[in-house]
């Protein structure tokens, strides 16, 4: 059981923010070219940074705690996910605080509707 401690914290950082996308209607998902600017950059910086980081044996997961299921460069699953899961949770949450403020972040609503 101990090894689905990173991917329960995972699923539960989606769970806690879905009903922001359902209830709120921020259309996060919907705009899925505003997501994947906001994620693919991140994505790739973190994901060759963990790499580095792993083959100089500065970083290390546990197999107790992880799945061990290993990509290329010995970067567990849950690590890459994390870095995709974290910032969609964030664009939600960003998203659900302007809706409920009507704060425009920088940038007008009728923009970010697009």
């Known amino acids: 059981m101990e090894q689905l401690t990173y991917l329960g914290l995972l699923a539960g ?3 806690v923010t879905a009903p922001l996308e359902l209830l709120l209607r921020v259309r996060v998902y919907a ?3 505003r997501l994947l600017l906001a994620v ?3 994505f ?3 994901v060759v940074w ?6 100089q044996g500065h970083w290390d997961y546990s197999a107790t705690r992880t ?3 290993r990509l290329p460069g010995g970067i567990p699953v849950e ?3 994390f870095f995709l899961v974290v ?3 964030s664009v939600l949450a960003l998203e659900a605080v302007r809706r409920v403020t009507g704060w425009d972040a920088g940038y007008p609503a009728e923009e970010a509707e697009r």
């Open 87 to 89: 910032p969609l949770c």
């Open 67 to 69: 799945l061990d299921v």
């Open 13 to 15: 950082c989606l769970v």
């Open 40 to 42: 693919v950059p991140e």
């Open 31 to 33: 705009r899925w070219r």
């Open 44 to 46: 790739a910086v973190f």
């Open 79 to 81: 690590e890459v996910l």
């Open 50 to 55: 963990v790499l580095y980081a792993i083959a």
